[in-house]
């Protein structure tokens, strides 16, 4: 296990390779971000928007915008509709454990932005039975709301024939994954890192998940979207990425509030992930297995953008990355219906033993980083 000579990513993450000089692809990326000609991918953009509103009807949407209640969708929702002057659909897929700030937040967006926003909440059984699934067989319970939210999208757009799909940051590019990116077409949602080309089809059952039951968790087959022309763009391509500029911009436009108490445990951001109370645990299991602690995230991301030193990064992944995020933990127990005895007995199966060792009694990453 190495860490990034520029950022503080390990390469343990998958699809992190590092390269002769220590740089992760997150950071050799950010090079190419910033040898990008900005002006000429919003000019394309703008471009892109002028052909499909030249297609669509008087009464239809240009194009649909899957928000949440979060800072980055509620840029993306603005900038479709202020920037590009499209008739923005916003489409909520439910998350099912909501907290106040991300209900305000997604209320504030609906109002003063002005948008349509149609809403989905899916049949709570099934979901909660798939997600126990998913933390149980996978260590990865938000990869039914990753899902849910890919597909259920896109069955949007097939059912009301929505010209454009507009997803936030290309999540391979941005935070160095598997794919590399040519060009802004998101039509590879379903196999990029968080799907990886999985389905849920094995857990299903004649009870809680019958195939009649998952509707949204399948998208259309790609030749019926193909048929109708609809297609799908990362913003991210287009303009320079940035949550916390998202951040600033969503405070601005749409009276974004960040967590009235502060970044959760591990964290350092109080802006990032504060819609719902199931993802945290998520992004913890990652620390299990690929010893990416939450606090990676935010500190790297502050490193690419020119906001921290690397040594004030590794101060703070010191001190705060062996932190458990307690606040919601309870809540994901009881959703999921596990006592704590389950729940660790589970997570402990997806604890990497090549990078974790137990000193008196304490798990401690065995290549810490420096
Ligand atoms: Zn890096």
């Known amino acids: 296990m ?30 190419r971000k910033k040898a990008t000609d900005w002006e000429k991918r919003k000019n394309d953009l703008l471009e892109l928007c002028e052909t499909i509103k030249k297609k669509t009807k008087d009464n239809q949407y240009d194009c649909i915008v899957a928000v949440s209640g979060g800072k980055d969708s509620t840029f993306q929702a603005w900038y479709m509709k202020e920037i590009c002057k499209m ?29 349509d926003t149609l809403t989905i909440t899916l049949k709570p059984s099934t979901y909660r039975y798939l997600r126990k699934k998913s933390f149980e067989d996978l260590g990865e319970p938000n990869f039914i709301e990753h899902t849910s939210l890919f ?13 454009l799909t507009v997803w936030g940051e290309d999540i391979s590019f941005e935070f160095g994954g598997r794919l590399e990116k040519k060009d802004g077409s998101a039509e590879d949602i379903m196999s990029s890192d968080v799907i990886k080309d999985r389905t849920i089809t094995r857990w299903y059952n004649d009870d809680t998940v019958k195939k009649e039951y998952t509707y949204w968790y399948h998208r259309p087959p790609s030749a019926e979207m193909d048929k109708f022309k609809l297609t799908s763009i990362y913003l991210g391509y287009y303009v320079w990425w940035d949550g916390y500029k998202n951040y600033l911009k969503a405070k601005e436009v749409a009276k974004f509030q960040p967590r009235a108490k502060g970044p959760l445990s591990a964290n350092i951001l109080d802006y990032d992930n504060i819609d719902e109370k199931l993802c945290e645990i998520n992004i913890w299991l990652k620390f299990l297995k690929f010893g990416l602690g939450r606090v990676i995230d935010g500190c790297c991301y502050h490193i690419w953008n020119g906001r921290m030193t690397r040594e004030e990064a590794v101060k703070k992944v010191k001190a705060l990355q062996y932190e458990f995020p307690i606040e919601h933990f309870q809540d994901f127990l009881d959703f999921h219906q596990l006592t704590q005895e389950e729940f660790w007995a589970v997570a402990e199966k997806f604890r990497n033993l090549d990078i974790w060792t137990k000193t008196d009694g304490r798990w401690r990453l065995t290549y810490p980083i420096e």
Request: charged residues 20%.
């Open 87 to 115: 008739r923005v659909l916003a489409v909520c897929i439910v998350p099912h454990l909501r907290t106040r700030e991300g209900i305000e937040n997604l209320n504030n967006m609906i109002t003063e932005l002005g948008v």
């Open 2 to 31: 190495k860490y990034c000579s520029r950022c503080v990513m390990p390469d343990t993450k998958p699809g992190v390779i590092l390269d002769e000089n220590g740089l992760c692809n997150a950071c050799r990326n950010v090079t």
């Open 151 to 163: 597909a259920g999208v896109s069955r949007i757009a097939h059912n009301y024939k929505i010209p």
